[in-house]
């Protein structure tokens, strides 16, 4: 397995301040399921009242803990409920046994925290097709329990991490007639990312109070413009898993899947999303591609994605080459419509490409110096209809080879 | 601009000796286009009589030359015909002036050759959007039509290569009720392979006699199970162009597109098409995915290719690694159906996974063994019906990255 040590040189600055959630608790602990010497396992604890929405992968080869908690998501209780994850071990292609020790991981949660099972939602992340040494996780019930406080997500950020080069979070506070509400989240994810649906882990608290179908269809909804709008490698995890819980315990109540509410989690969310991005496997640039002009939103997504998951195009990005062929290429495979004489492309400002040819007025050594930016834009208008869409993506590097030629996933 | 000077690892061993085909004869020439010091346009002459199929990629922002032969190749015609082709420059994205450049090169052929211009195909292949020096190829016909013969197919081999390390031909014999019938083809590509409908530059020749439509039906039959079955990153060209020529010459006529002459044209095909994958750039491994017990073959395709395009699967083969976690998680994402607990997975005739989990019989060293060949095999069952599909790829090496981080194509 190689060696990971170096941080993304896309990394934040500084990790964020997390606010405390009323109603919500976390802790981490130690296990050994695979890593040694680092916390590998953490638990949430969230207070009766406390609604869970959830978003999970579409892959027909999902884990058995993905399988459990779409199984679960759907159910109305007072309650409490909690959160348990592995990191190390996926559970995921490890048949009835896979099953069973979901179970027994789960099993041992309720018990220790009195919870109904079905309030107990699990994730696993890490090797496919290795059976989950889950006593090591049951034996560490009790300590995760006598650990839990408030001020503890960061030490749950950290414990989720596989390849990631850093630990994610993002948090806002955001008024609700009067009353501040908070919402905090973390995410892991670096390789195996092209979310369908959900992606990844990723685990959003907030102390609103948000009726479940509502609290639902806002994570959804935002899903589709922050997670499943992102790329690192095209591939998607047998994992992925979202998770939002809203305690209620700030007292405003949320009515609406409209306004200041919905912003606040979509720039959580959008935040997390491109932490993933930023800590994509040999990232060295950070690429937002916008498509306008599309037949529709649809159509404009497919165009983005075909050109975010084109390895043609994120090598031209790593070198730095403003290699525009590359974009119509991507754009001519999509299989959504298009106009080669219609179309227009920019790197970031600069007007590259127009009415089905370069545009007179480029000079190469513009398009250059925007692909030498760390962060940059790809920007396509169709000149078709109104259809727009925003991904995100990083660049193709020998270091997503080396980690990936070796490292057992 | 990389230097590509090592041919790739996975060459075939000698180039192979290509036969004369009655009716056609070739010729190449040094034009500059863009590359000096070596041939970079061929000229092929058909005789009257010869009948012309073609397949040509679907994408929405495909080359000036591309159209023009999609105009061209309906039309029946008893006059002869003639291919020409540049490499160096795809005249792909240069507007109107890529149209008019197209029309310039052919009519200059039309005229010297005394054929109608409907009956003058072309193709060029290389740099994407930079308008196409015309003028070096039109004053060059005169040499290639003095240059033709019947034995200079290799220098049009040679002459149509961009990124490739080594010209790619293939060929075959076939007695057709007691008439021997020659079949021989040429093909050019290593990057930008994913072809959806054709691929790449491939001009396939025989001497038989064959009605264009019942030409045109074999030749898109046998394009599904060879060119469009493999794939080298998932980037589909601009310029993908397949044209079959019929000259009749040797007396033999061909009534049905089943029996001995398709077998042997696809053959011919096939052999190019693995070409094509052993020069995949920065290749070191020959990989064939065979998928089997789909509910349809549409569905085995599907899934077949998203294994092939895996970044996570191609790393791991890279990586000489035994990862079938990964092999999992690409039948998962691939949106067609799959059972987890039904499928079965094999490196070569190793058995890794069934019934949902690793092969209780499985043993890490021999699934290793099987990966250190440089042909190797990837075999999944999926025990649902009985589509089937087989697809060939490469894996993804540093060496990928390295010339298309600074390739301008």
Redesign the interface.
């Known amino acids: 397995m190689a060696e990971i040590t170096q941080v993304s040189p896309l990394a934040p600055k500084s990790f964020p301040d997390l606010p405390e959630i009323g109603g919500a608790e976390f802790s981490a602990v130690e296990a050994g399921v695979k890593y040694q010497g680092r916390k590998d396992v953490m638990l949430a604890r969230l207070a009766p009242g406390s609604t869970i929405a959830g978003v999970f992968?579409r892959?027909?080869?999902?884990s058995a803990p993905v399988l459990d908690c779409q199984d679960k998501i759907l159910t109305d209780s007072d309650a409490g409920a909690a959160i348990i994850v592995n990191a190390g071990n996926s559970n995921?292609?490890?048949?009835?046994?896979?099953v069973k020790a979901t179970k027994a991981v789960t099993h041992a949660v309720a018990d220790c925290l009195s919870l109904p099972e079905t309030r107990v939602f699990s994730s696993s992340t890490g090797?496919?097709?290795?059976p989950l040494p889950y006593d090591r996780i049951t034996s560490k019930i009790n300590e995760l329990r006598s650990k839990l406080s408030a001020g503890s997500l960061v030490d749950a950020a950290e414990a989720i991490r596989t390849t990631d080069t850093f630990a994610k979070a993002a948090a806002t506070e955001v008024l609700i007639d009067g009353t501040p509400v908070k919402i905090a989240g973390i995410a892991k994810g670096s390789?195996?990312i092209?979310p369908?649906m959900a992606t990844m882990l990723v685990y959003v608290f907030t102390d609103a109070k948000v009726e479940r179908d509502l609290l639902q269809s806002m994570l959804s909804e935002l899903t589709d413009v922050t997670f499943n709008n992102i790329t690192v490698?095209?591939?998607?995890?047998?994992s992925d898993t979202l998770l939002l819980a809203a305690t209620g315990a700030s007292g405003a109540v949320i009515h609406s899947g409209q306004g200041p509410f919905r912003d606040a989690l979509h720039k959580v969310m959008l935040d997390l999303a491109h932490q993933v991005v930023r800590d994509g496997e040999g990232a060295t640039k950070f690429v937002e591609i916008c498509v306008t002009g599309a037949m529709n939103d649809a159509d404009a997504k497919t165009h983005a994605l075909s050109i975010a998951?084109?390895?043609?195009v994120k090598?031209?990005v790593?070198?730095e080459?403003p290699?525009?062929?590359?974009v119509?290429?991507?754009?001519?495979?999509?299989g959504?419509?298009?106009?080669?004489?219609l179309?227009s492309i920019r790197f970031g400002d600069v007007l590259v490409?127009e009415?089905?040819?370069?545009s007179p007025n480029y000079r190469e050594e513009d398009g250059a110096a925007h692909m030498k930016n760390q962060d940059l834009t790809i920007n396509v208008d169709l000149g078709l209809r109104t259809g727009k869409a925003t991904v995100w993506t990083c660049d193709?590097?020998?270091g997503?080879?080396?980690i990936?030629?070796?490292y057992?996933?």
Chains 1, 2 share one sequence.
């Open positions: 992968t892959s027909a080869t999902r995921a292609f490890t048949g009835r046994n896979g090797v496919i097709g290795e390789g195996m092209a369908d490698d095209s591939d998607t995890s047998t998951n084109s390895p043609l090598t031209a790593a070198g080459d290699n525009w062929g590359r119509v290429m991507a754009i001519g495979k999509s959504a419509k298009a106009d080669r004489d179309l490409a009415n089905g040819w370069v193709l590097t020998h997503y080879i080396t990936n030629a070796d057992r996933s």
